[in-house]
């Protein structure tokens, strides 16, 4: 395999824990040397070795956890090394994901000077409630603050994430939200609507009925809100939760959505060559030994069968506006249709549409509607099992 592929680190460093947040993640910093170089490890093993020995880079991404937490003498030590054992193309985009609470001038400045040239500022929203609700630890003025420090430092290529749907939220804080971060003309923003993971403090307190989560008609409202919004203002909506000016599309992203090849390093992180995916373990202390007896920590493997590959086809492409090509479809397009047909009792949002569909076909590829993509889960339901019905 010579690639190109895409590259992922996860840094599973946080200084605290969100109560929302699945990721996983510690707050152990003490950890973070050994760590460091157990992923240096883990880097070249892979390099060395068959699937990913020998390929190009198209985009790396430093996910976490909370990446900027590592100064930039630890980012060097991480980057100098990756950038000799694997070829990054000459425009291959590299992302680092920030909190507005570790994102200091000098770093931000010196991680630019190592190549890292798109940030992704985890602003999640600029009201003080939405934030107490979500536990961050920033405010509205440090998240405003990172942004003018991001394009300080020289990031020309910004994204923002935002979270729409938080118990609690109005439509008028969220709309406040939308326009405060349109208002720094970030490049790239990702709007995702909050989704209540088993497991999380704030899924306990649902549980035990101290949270009410967001009403679904609101969530669609929201939703459609965000679309209008920055649609408006010059956005492409290109998948579900994520928008871009023209030419900023989040093009690691856009690997994973095509099936492309990655190779995931850190506790947790996936990889998947084409045919095969692996995981690694979910915990930095069986990582560390796992790296130091093996050169990898994989926890698990599976070989996709032709009904899966098939699967993920569908699920994969139909979360991009553009869909999935006609050529090639795992079923028939009129078979889709009918399958899809006799929703229309919903009721809103499917009266904005002349003819409440969820699926439209155009120049020759089949895509959701907007009424399609708010009930994502749902239509891939109903085309999947078309899939494994034949």
Not at 152 to 171: C, E, M, R, W
Not at 212 to 232: A, M, S, W
Not at 345 to 372: H, M, T, V, W
Request: glycine share 6%; charged share 20%.
């Amino acid at each position: 395999m010579t690639g190109p592929a895409a590259l992922y680190l996860h840094i599973p460093f946080c200084a605290h824990k969100c109560a929302y947040c699945d990721f996983y993640s510690i707050t152990r910093r003490e950890l973070l040397p050994p760590f460091i170089d157990a992923l240096l490890h883990e880097m070249a093993f892979y390099s060395e070795n068959p699937p990913f020995g020998g390929f190009s880079v198209s985009t790396l991404y430093l996910g976490g956890g909370t990446p900027s937490l590592l100064t930039p003498a630890q980012w060097k030590k991480i980057l100098l090394p990756l950038k000799d054992k694997f070829t990054l193309v000459q425009d291959a985009e590299i992302t680092l994901e920030a909190n507005p609470g570790t994102a200091e001038m000098a770093h931000l400045s010196a991680y630019r000077r190592l190549g890292i040239n798109r940030l992704s500022l985890g602003i999640q929203s600029f009201q003080p409630a939405d934030l107490a609700r979500l536990s961050r630890l920033h405010n509205t003025a440090e998240a405003e603050q990172a942004i003018r420090l991001a394009r300080k430092a020289g990031f020309d290529n910004l994204s923002l994430d935002l979270i729409f749907a938080v118990p609690g939220q109005t439509v008028d804080a969220w709309r406040k939200t939308l326009d405060q971060a349109l208002a720094f003309q970030p490049e790239h923003l990702s709007c995702y609507s909050l989704t209540i993971e088993p497991g999380t403090p704030l899924h306990r307190q649902v549980q035990q009925g101290q949270v009410q989560p967001c009403d679904e008609e609101l969530e669609r409202e929201l939703f459609i809100l965000t679309q209008e919004t920055l649609q408006q203002a010059g956005y492409e909506q290109y998948e579900i939760s994520n928008y871009s000016l023209p030419g900023f599309r989040s093009r690691h992203n856009q690997a994973y959505w095509s099936g492309y090849p990655y190779l995931g390093l850190g506790p947790s992180a996936h990889s998947f060559d084409g045919h095969r995916r692996w995981w690694n373990v979910r915990d930095v202390d069986q990582y560390l030994r796992a790296v130091s007896t093996q050169g990898r920590a994989v926890a698990d493997t599976e070989t996709l069968t032709t009904e899966q590959k098939k699967i993920e086809s569908v699920l994969l492409g139909l979360r991009r506006v553009e869909g999935l090509p006609l050529a090639g479809l795992p079923f028939q397009a009129e078979k889709a249709a009918a399958a899809l047909a006799g929703i229309d009792d919903c009721g809103r949002p499917f009266q904005s549409s002349a003819d409440n569909k969820l699926i439209i076909q155009a120049n020759d590829r089949l895509a959701l509607s907007r009424e399609g993509l708010l009930l994502y889960n749902y239509v891939c339901e109903k085309l999947c099992s078309l899939i494994t019905s034949t």
